[in-house]
């Protein structure tokens, strides 16, 4: 039976999709439509470009440098230009305040010091990209690695060959329906990135849009190349992770409003699944791995811990609600005990996770989940008071 897929977001505990994924394709199943944020914009992506479970449990296993190759997703942030520090709000800070029994000339000469050497410096420019790019790192490596998975093995007659492709190039060559939602904190709006939407945003950019958590990972400023979103001019907005305004959005394959096909097209025929990353369940047993090998982590940090609670306090509400209407449309994939940022995690603990993931997709179809009991003669009205409910979250999550 053909699906159409929606993988919620989670950072690292995102692997958990490949063994859900496997399951899926082992009992005979097959991806529709395919709507993701951002771990899960990424898995999205790699089954629109046609990989097998096959091919991405060796992406999983990829290694560089003795390390998994997702640990390189945490790299440090690239050369500040002397404009940019000049520019800076660091040197703006460092310019109000006044020392007055400093000369001018001399104090402006300390302060070009002070953060040019900030800026410079391999620990503290972490420091210094946090407060002028909005992350704590870099994810040039996760563009390489995604430009390459694109351009990596068989398409057709061919090879694939994604990588430099738009929404609209890429759903013309593969006539996959793909979605990834972000987050336009410059308008404060969600968006649903694809080839109606963007039809010029460039994929590879998309995916990096959705996936970039706050404060981890320098925001994205989207580039006037990359053309409008629903005929709005977009350069110079801020862009950054899917999940800030809504990490599960399967009401968008559900509803049929007229807001809502706008974005999504019509409605199509396929039974909707919803693969939710669930960090109540228990994965299994495994000895847990070291964090990325650098002095200081976002997760350690105390401003991204309370940047995540106020995150998850705004999109849980939406995301609870949308959960228990559909809950027969969900599968629980176990991640307890895992981190987001967790991508160097050891091999025993990325493959219980993936083992998970299978157990939980089986356990979903071998004892598949009914709605809420309808008294007898109501089957019509229930049916249309979800439709209603569909319609009423997805237009909420829009903000119609």
């Known amino acids: 039976m053909k699906y159409d897929l929606v993988f919620e ?24 439509r395919l709507l993701g944020t951002s771990a899960g914009a990424i898995t999205a992506a790699l089954l629109a470009a046609g990989y097998t479970p096959k091919e991405m449990l060796a992406a999983l296993n990829e290694r560089q ?18 404009e940019e520090i000049q520019a ?9 305040v006044n020392l007055k029994f400093v000369p001018d000339f001399l104090e402006n000469k300390m302060d070009d010091a002070i953060a040019e050497m900030l800026a410079e410096n391999s620990r503290s420019r972490h420091f210094f990209a946090f407060v002028e790019r909005g992350g704590w790192y870099a994810a040039d490596r996760f563009i390489t690695w995604l430009q390459s998975k694109l351009d990596t093995g068989p398409w057709k007659t ?10 609209k190039q890429f759903y013309d060559e593969a006539q996959i329906d793909l979605s990834v939602v972000a987050s336009d904190t410059t308008d404060g709006r969600l968006l649903v990135l694809n080839h109606l939407t ?28 990359w053309g409008r979103y629903l005929g709005r001019p977009m350069k110079g907005h801020i862009i950054v992770d899917g999940g800030m305004l809504s990490n599960f959005p399967i009401e968008l394959f559900i509803s049929d ?76 994939l176990p991640a307890a005990g895992y981190g987001t940022t967790e991508f160097d995690m050891s091999d025993e603990r990325r493959n219980a996770l993936v083992a998970a993931g299978e157990r939980a997709v089986g356990a979903y179809f071998d004892q598949p ?32």
């Not at 979800?386 to 119609?400: E, H, M, N, Q, T």
Request: some cysteine; glycine content about 12%; proline content about 9%.
């Open 158 to 167: 061919g090879k694939r060959h994604f990588s430099g492709m738009t929404f």
């Open 9 to 32: 977001g989670g950072g690292a505990k995102g692997m958990v999709f490949v063994g859900a994924y496997d399951e899926l394709v082992k009992r005979g199943h097959t991806p529709g």
């Open 257 to 332: 409003e007229p807001q809502v096909t706008r974005l999504m097209g019509p409605k199509q025929d396929n039974p909707v699944l919803g693969l939710l990353i669930d960090e109540s369940l228990p994965v299994g047993p495994a000895k847990r791995g070291l964090l990325v090998d650098i002095d200081v982590k976002p997760g350690e940090l105390k401003t991204v811990q309370r940047f995540k609670r106020l995150i998850d306090t705004m999109t849980g509400a939406h995301d609870k609600m949308v959960i228990e209407e559909f809950e027969h449309l969900v599968v629980r």
């Open 65 to 82: 440098n003795g390390q998994p190759v997702f640990a390189g997703f945490m790299g440090e942030p690239p050369p500040f230009t002397k």
């Open 198 to 225: 963007a039809p010029d945003c460039p994929l590879v950019w998309a995916v990096r849009m959705s996936m970039s958590i706050p404060l981890v990972w320098n925001e994205v400023v989207w580039e006037d190349g």
């Open 88 to 96: 800076s709000a660091i040197r703006k800070l460092l310019r109000d």
């Open 369 to 400: 989940p009914t709605p809420r009991p309808i008294p007898r003669g109501m089957e019509a009205v229930a049916s249309e008071k979800a439709k209603k409910g569909a319609d009423r979250i997805a237009s909420k999550l829009l903000g119609f």
